[in-house]
C-alpha cells in the first residue's frame, strides 16, 4: 500500500458516481491512451476514463460504492503510470466559456475579414481595370452589410473591456480598439453613401480579426492569481503518511503551522500582486498616445486648412494604423509558445505571467526536503541485504502507515499484506510469520539494538529499521535522496551566474552534507515559515529577485512571497496552489529548463515590442501626412501581425531540444541576466 | 455584371456553411484534445467491432 493521500477533496460526487481529474506523468506515445483507458475500464466499478492527450490530463468516473480514489490511482501506478489528483478551479469553467467565446468571435470575424477582403480587392483592382462607380458602390454596400453585423458582435470583447474602463474613468487598450472601429465603420458608411473611393470595412475587421487572435491566446496563458482567503482551512493541511495525522492537523485550533502559514501567506500574496506584465506596461503608455497622436493629426489638418472630412479621415487612419496587434498578439503569442516548451520540459505553469519573472530571476532559493532530494525516502542499502528479508521485511510494512514503512513498502514485490499484522504505535509492526514472530521497527524494538550500534546516526538525515524474523535480522538504513541530476542542474546554475540558496526547515546537520555536495555555499537550517520569508525579503530587499523552489507546507508562505516560485508536482497541495509553477518528475532538470525558456521567450518579447515600435515609427508619418488607402492599412497590418507571430514562434524552435536550451542559458542570454 | 447579383450572396453563402459548421465543432468539443485526436485515429480498437 502507498501512503493513504487523503483524496476526498479532489473527487466530485453525482448520483453514486465519483469523479476525479488527475494528472498524470509519462505520457509520450500513442500507445499510453489506449494502456491507460483500456486497463481502467477493465477495472469493475469505473465507468469511464478519458485521457486528454494535450494537458495530460485523465477524468475517471467510478461507481462511488465500489471504489476508492486510492484504488483508482493505484491501479494506473499498476499500469505504470504515477498519477495526482489536482483540483480543476472553480473558475475554469467559467474560464474556458470566456475562451469558447473569444474563439466564436474570431471565428465570425475572420469569416468576415476573408469575405470582405475578397470585395475589397476586387475594388482595389477595379480601380486599374474598368470598373464602374455603381459596381464599386454596391461592393462597398456588401461589405458594410458583412462587416457591420460581424463587428456588432466580434467587437463585443473590446466593447465591454472599453465601457468598463471608462465608467471607472480609466484608459486601456480597448479605448483605442473600440474608438478606431467604430469610427472607421462610421465613416465607411458615411463614405459610402456619398459614393466615395474608398472605405474602410475590410481594415476594421481585419483588426477585429488580429486583435481577437492576440486576446484568444492571451487568455489562454493568462489565468488568474488565485487569492488566498481567510478559512481556506479546506486545503490538506500538508501530505501526510498516515490518516491519524490528517485527522490532528485538522482538528488543531489557533497557533498551530498551518494557522501560522495562513497569515503568512496573506501577507506575501497581496505583496506580490503588485507585478505588472510587460505588457500592460506598454499598453499603459499605448493608449494615451495613440489617442493623442490622431487628436494632434486632425487639428494639425485644421489648422493647415484641411476640411473637417479630411482631417477625420487622417485621424482615423492613424486610429487604424497604430494597430495594436504586436503588443495584443506577439506578446501572448511568445507566451503560448513558451508555455509549449516549458509543458514538453515537463512544467506546468499555474500564472500567466511566470514566464516574465522567471526571465528576472537572479537568486534561487531551494528547500531541501523533497525539492533538492526526492519526496520520498528510499532503502539506501537494499542491495546488500538478502533479498528474501527485504521482500518479507517489506510485506510486513505494508501493514503499517508510518513514513519510513512506506519507503520499505516501496521494495515490495508481492502487494500482499501479512494477516492478523499488528501495528504498535512509535514502534513498530509485528505479524506471525511462518509460524514465527517477525518484528520490524525501531532497533530497539526488534531487539537488535546491539546490532544498529556503530552505524546509527553516523551520517544525518538516515534512519535506521530494524527487522527481525526468529533468528535473521536486518538493519535497513532509509534516506532522502537526492536527485539524480541535482548537482548536475545546480551546477549549471551556478556556471550561469544564479545565486543559489537553500532554506530548509530541516536540522542544520541534515543540510549541510546536501549543500557540500551541490556546492551551495549560502545555506541555513532549522528555519519555520516566517524565518523562510524574512531570509528571502531580505534577498529582494538587497534587490534580488528570487526564485523559490520548495514543496512543503512550510514553504507555501516563501513560495508567495519570492518573485517567482516552483514547485515539484508531489508538493503538498498548498504549495502548489501557490506556486507560480509546478514541474513533474524525479529529475532536477525542469527548474533549468524552465528558466533558460523564460529568458529566451523574454528575450522575443522585448524583441517584439521593438518591432512594434519601428512599424509605427514608419506607418504613423505616412497616416499623419494622409497617405494611407485601404490597401496600404490592410498590407501594413497584416505585415507587422504576421513578423511577430513568426518571430514569437522562435521560442519554441530553440527550446525543443535540451542541449541547446542549457546552451542558451549558459550562453547568450548570460549577459542578459539583469536585464530590466 | 448583372451575374454579380447571385454569384456573391452564393459565395457568401458557402462561407456562412463553413462559419456553422466551424462553431458546430466548437460547440461538440471538438478542439478539447487537439493532440490526442490525431493519435486516436491510430488506434484499431474500432476494427474488432465492425469485423
Partial sequence: MRESLDLSMFVKREGGLSHLDLAVEGIGCAGCIRKIEGGLKRIPGIVDARLNFTNRRLAVDWQADLLEASDVISALERIGYRAHPFEPERAESDEARYARWLLKCLAVAGFAAMNIMLLSVSVWSGGATDMTPETRDFFHWLSALIALPAAAYAGQPFFHGALRAIRARQLNMDVPISLGVLLALGMSVVETMSHAEHAYFDSAVMLLFFLLCGRYVDHAVRRKRKKVTAGATVYAGSISYSGALTMRVSAAGAGTLIDEVERLLARAVTSRSRYLRLADRAARLYAPVVHTAAALTAIGWLLAGASLHDSIIAAIAVLIITCPCALALAIPAVQVVASGALFRAGVILNAGDAVERLAEVDTVVFDKTGTLTLPQPHVDNAAAVDPDLIETAARLALSSHHPLA??????????IPYAGAVEEPGQGVRAVIDGVEARLGSPAFCGVAGAAGGSSESEPGTSLIAFAHGTRSAIFAVRQKLRGDAALVT?????????????????????????????????RGALDPAQKIAAIEALQAQGRRVLMVGDGLNDAPALAAAHVSLSPISAAHIAQANADAVFLGDRLEPVRDALAIARRARALMQQNLWLAVIYNAIAVPIAVAGYVTPLIAAVAMSGSSILVTLNALRARRRSEDGRRVSATLGGADTPRLRSP | MNVLVYLVPMALLLGLTGLTAFLWSLRSGQYEDVEGAALRILEDDDIDRHA
Fill in chain 1, 406 to 415: 512506506a519507503a520499505m513498502a516501496r521494495e515490495v514485490r508481492d502487494q
Fill in chain 1, 491 to 523: 551546477k549549471s546554475l551556478t556556471g550561469c551566474g544564479l545565486d543559489l540558496h537553500i532554506l530548509s526547515g530541516d536540522r542544520p546537520a541534515a543540510v549541510a552534507p546536501v549543500a557540500a555536495r551541490l556546492g551551495i555555499s549560502q545555506w
